[in-house]
């Protein structure tokens, strides 16, 4: 895997060194060992565990980095993994190669399954003669796949790909837990204005950005483009703010009630769109479908939720009560997201519903836990969510960005993905500082990646543009700290309310 | 999945029905939804939430019976394992099928990859065309692998023996983090004594069982039938001392001494048989070198490994204090455990090595986390650990036990295991109840499921003597909690030094 590189590129520290270098010997030694043929009892799982170890010591490198030059955890996670992918695929290191093209690899071995024919000539019914030429990624990779060592470089994309998964989701729970029914039916009209505003100006400037540049596309691309440009990062803006101690600003919750409606706002834009990819066309009456499905699903869960929560909690402390406050939760939300899955929405509607339901009160005569909910799960989340971001900063092909038309793509979502957000200052009404309520909508995190990932996975989004995606993605998420340490230093002296 | 008719069978209570009823009416809801096209994006990770969302909650099921009947909560994960396993399969239910077959699948798509050739195809060469014979439970296996479900089916196989492997590693790891090196060096001879014993009895007594009922059989699996009967339980002994309140007599801390070692010693007589295995047979200078290197491992994870955890823990703190108790140890855990496979020893052997070495004193100058590493990494185990013995469960067949052969093979396990632990009352010492150490030593437990599913995935250990293995380590399991009750307050009238 390249974890001396990885480390000594990172940090200049006697540490990582020594460990490095620990990590080699151990390594070198193993391998000669095994190869000596005197032990050899391979477990599948150990190559696992040790992906899993390098992905998580990446994440913390990237964070700690990130911590250094005052930015969002995320992007340190993010900028890591494209750094490392990108360094260990112009390496030729299988497992990165691998992940750099995990849509085509999913694609390839699905079609060799199902037709029942090699991987050489699924591969060239899925991607086509001219992608397959020798020396070109498309040959690389199905040379990988269709090799010996095939099935495990699989097993572990496939491993890393769940583990993974199952960070979005644990986020999108404590993104849920974090955000109450109450809190969000308490936010007046200013900040439903404001997201409304800022979910409307993105979308349309992403889509008719998207028009301008990409003419050829289909209509439903362009809409995947627009709802890209839409989402809110709650996690992020709240941080900027928390960072700069002015989380009870008027311009902070303002900001994060828009955030709280925005997240569900864009996961329902996203089902939308996504519906409207699936069924191949724009189609009014799907569209109203999929609105009053996700509205009921949505509205259920929240006015039924909490009485079926309830239940929930009693039959879990009946059964065990030491562990109600872990086991419950995470059974509640594992089963919401399948059902908002079964139902046509995505997973992570239903794990952000999941978490928007429970509360720390109805636990209060189940169990003798102190912990709050979120104390409980945090770890969970901690561990699994940075494999979700160090892996998407691993699929961005940074070969992408030597063409011009990506990056003048990515350039342009960009500057639609700013103008969109400054444009809900508009809305927030007198009394607060509205270029700081602009700023702090900017931050598009966690959010627009997973847009940017379904999109992908749906391939509406080709590689080229995804790239494009995360640059926006990364860049308003780096530009949104500094630009608000500016505005809101500039705004207490100006004209801010408080 | 079946959950349904799962819940019902084993709990009349209210709130099942309800929940029950909810889930198939979701269920249905969304079935016939996705199905009239509305909707239909499909993400795979949402099958594997739900399927995991059962497993747990099966297990908290399992739990809650087993203390029911006063039973240790391992037994009961397992038994409702074997029951709903069983059921399902009597169902025909997909899933259910294709985990009773794991290895097969396994063998099958690894051979259909390799060669290029379709699933049926594989299966001949794996399987042979007499255990295809339309109607056999192979047949079933193949055509539903074979079928357009297949994909699906082996994902959601391959992510919960994921998921189950991630719980036995962080299973072993905590025994470790239980246990001290300081601890296993001051038990004395006596403890010792009574390991060595414990090792040696069953092991005789298993082989000899072995080469008697299955002369046919080949050396290795003698020896491995052996191997599977050593293990003693630390998390069980401990529990049922803890029950009855005595885990402070002399009894106790005689047979959790002797536990201690016992499962350092079977992990390496584990890695001893199987490194016999690979090789093909039973070379003498392999079992030197391979002992020798467990032993290096071990001896330099003991001596070196605290310097080596107090500058990972100094790295990682310098890096993010606030995540260093939870991510620290991981990382640790899971480096030890890849480097302990390269070397040739079970995976397990390393997270367990893992656990041995840190200790909180570790922590105490890194951040500012108040909780104890078994307060921080316990929520982890507790969901993923119950995942592997359910599974372990679901794995059992209970159509063997129609067999009288299987049947006898198991009752005659169990009479070795049985009588090869109390046999280290002998090597008790005087001033202490030889009768409740020994049976104090029967319960086999987690480690000896781990022999036997390790001998499966080798194929040393077919499909009938695992379900014997199993039968012996539920028995042990089970017999020890009532033997021992009785053993003790028989043995606090009668002549227990305490």
Redesign the interface.
């Known amino acids: 895997m390249g974890s001396r590189q990885r480390h000594r590129a990172w940090l200049r520290?006697g540490?990582?060194p020594?460990?490095a270098l620990?990590?080699v010997v151990?390594?070198r030694?193993?391998?000669a060992?095994?190869s000596a043929?005197?032990?050899?009892?391979?477990?599948p799982?150990?190559?696992?565990?040790?992906a899993?170890?390098l992905v998580?010591?990446s994440a913390?490198?990237g964070?700690?980095l990130a911590?250094r030059l005052g930015m969002a955890s995320v992007v340190g996670e993010l900028v890591i993994g494209v750094a490392v992918g990108n360094a260990l695929y112009q390496l030729g290191d299988p497992l990165a190669v691998v992940l750099m093209h995990s849509g085509t690899v999913n694609d390839v071995?699905?079609e060799?399954?199902?037709s029942?024919?090699?991987?050489?000539?699924a591969a060239q019914q899925v991607m086509g003669d001219e992608k397959l030429v020798p020396g070109t990624p498309g040959a690389q990779v199905i040379a990988l796949l269709?090799g010996?060592d095939?099935?495990r470089l699989f097993?572990l994309m496939?491993?890393l790909w769940?583990f993974s998964?199952?960070g979005v989701?644990l986020l999108l729970f404590l993104v849920g837990l974090e955000s109450t029914i109450e809190g969000m039916l308490q936010v007046g009209g200013r900040a439903a204005a404001v997201a409304a505003v800022g979910i409307a100006a993105p979308f349309a400037l992403g889509w008719a950005t998207s028009l301008w540049l990409l003419p050829d596309e289909a209509a439903t691309t362009h809409l995947f483009h627009g709802a890209a440009l839409t989402a809110t990062s709650v996690g992020i803006t709240a941080r900027v703010f928390k960072d700069l101690g002015r989380l009870q600003s008027d311009e902070a919750r303002v900001i994060l009630g828009a955030a709280v409606i925005d997240d569900v706002l864009g996961l329902v834009i996203l089902?939308i769109v996504?519906?409207i990819?699936?069924?191949g066309r724009v189609e009014l009456d799907?569209i109203a479908?999929?609105a009053l499905?996700s509205a009921a699903f949505l509205g259920a869960v929240l006015w039924l939720g909490e009485g079926?929560a309830r239940?929930?909690v009693?039959?879990?402390a009946?059964?065990?009560r030491s562990?109600v406050k872990?086991?419950m939760p995470?059974?509640f939300g594992?089963?919401l997201?399948?059902?908002?899955?079964?139902?046509?929405?995505?997973?992570i509607v239903g794990a952000f519903a999941a978490g928007l339901v429970l509360r720390d009160e109805l636990f209060e005569d189940a169990g003798s836990e102190a912990r709050t909910l979120h104390e409980?799960l945090a770890?969970?989340e901690?561990?699994f969510a940075p494999v979700f971001f160090v892996l998407m900063g691993m699929q961005v092909d940074l070969g992408h960005f030597r063409e011009p038309a990506t990056l003048a793509l990515g350039g342009a979502f960009v500057a639609a993905a700013i103008a969109g957000k400054l444009a809900v200052g508009l809305a927030a009404g007198p009394g607060v500082d509205k270029l700081s309520i602009g700023i702090g909508m900017v931050p598009r995190g966690e959010v627009g990646l997973i847009f940017a990932s379904?999109g992908k996975s749906?391939g509406v989004i080709d590689d080229a543009v995804f790239s494009a995606v995360v640059l926006m993605v990364i860049t308003t998420t780096l530009v949104a700290p500094v630009g608000l340490g500016w505005s809101l230093r500039r705004g207490t002296g100006a004209g801010a309310a408080s």
């Open positions: 520290s540490w990582i020594a460990l620990a990590g151990l390594g030694a193993g391998s060992l095994a043929g005197s032990a050899g009892h391979e477990d799982f150990a190559g696992i565990l040790f899993l170890a998580v010591t913390l490198l964070r700690w911590a071995v699905r060799a399954w199902l029942g024919r090699s991987i050489a000539q269709g010996p095939g099935p097993m496939t491993a769940i998964s199952f989701i089902a996504v519906g990819v699936a069924t799907a479908r999929i499905l079926l239940r929930v009693r039959l879990f009946a059964l065990e562990q872990l086991l995470l059974v594992f089963l997201a399948w059902a908002a899955n079964e139902i046509g929405l995505a997973s409980m770890p969970l901690s561990i379904i749906l």
